[in-house]
């Protein structure tokens, strides 16, 4: 089993949509978790971090599940900007952190 | 000023080459990482240095040679290329404190990425 998981997609949703990510990971020692997006060709960029109780910028939400071990991602009112591919990371605090990337979903926004 | 920059943005070699890939970083941060983006995008860690101390070493062929001559550099040299190697490496570093979870402390910053085809 895979340390982060993810459905690649991709999801195709027109402007104005709200889609939602799950990512899950197997580690219950988990201790951070952060969603980045990368764009075709680019490097991946910090979207926002994922706090215990849930936490909102704009937009997005992301969502912690301790329980079953599974971080969330909602996109509303989807713009022809949000088209990228979002990754699931999660740290293992180990002395030293270890991030680990999920394999990432794609997501394609339509006019 | 680019804060993560790494050297050469493409590159294209034959099997059997050596290479090097450079990376600097201008944020001040301890650690540096180099991580491997395959075909399929699967972003991958291969290392990790803290204070120019190798911290994490992934299950990676001995042809991979990190050097760190200092925090605010990393450089990946790359022996007797495979076909298998071509994918794009990016750098990365953050400022992690050993052993402690920081909010935002632990955020990475990418390099653009370095583009490596063999031939």
């Known amino acids: 089993r895979k340390e982060v998981e993810q459905d690649p997609g991709p999801f195709n949703v027109p402007e104005g949509a709200t889609v939602a990510f799950n990512c899950t990971y197997s580690n219950s020692a988990s201790q951070s978790f952060f969603w980045y997006r990368q764009d075709c060709r680019k490097e991946p960029k910090l979207l926002m971090s994922?706090?215990?109780s849930g936490n909102e910028d704009g937009r997005f939400t992301a969502q912690l599940n301790r329980a079953s071990q599974y971080i969330s991602l909602l996109i509303r009112d989807s713009k022809l900007s949000d088209s990228a591919t979002y990754l699931c990371v999660v740290i293992l605090h180990t002395g030293f952190q270890k991030l680990v990337f999920g394999t990432g979903t794609r997501l394609l926004v339509s006019p | 000023d680019t804060a993560v920059s790494q050297t050469p943005k493409y590159l294209v070699t034959q099997m059997g080459n050596d290479k090097s890939i450079k990376c600097e970083q201008n944020?001040?941060?301890?650690?540096m990482y180099w991580y491997k983006q395959d075909s399929k995008k699967f972003l991958k860690i291969m290392f990790s240095y803290n204070n120019k101390e190798l911290i994490i070493n992934e299950t990676v062929p001995n042809r991979f040679s990190p050097k760190s001559p200092d925090k605010a550099h990393l450089n990946l040299h790359i022996n007797s290329l495979e076909l298998g190697d071509s994918a794009v490496y990016f750098c990365a570093s953050s400022q992690d404190v050993p052993g402690r979870a920081l909010s935002g402390a632990n955020v990475l910053t990418f390099g653009a990425g370095s583009r490596l085809t063999v031939l």
């Open positions: 994922v706090y215990s």
């Open positions: 944020l001040g941060h301890d650690t």
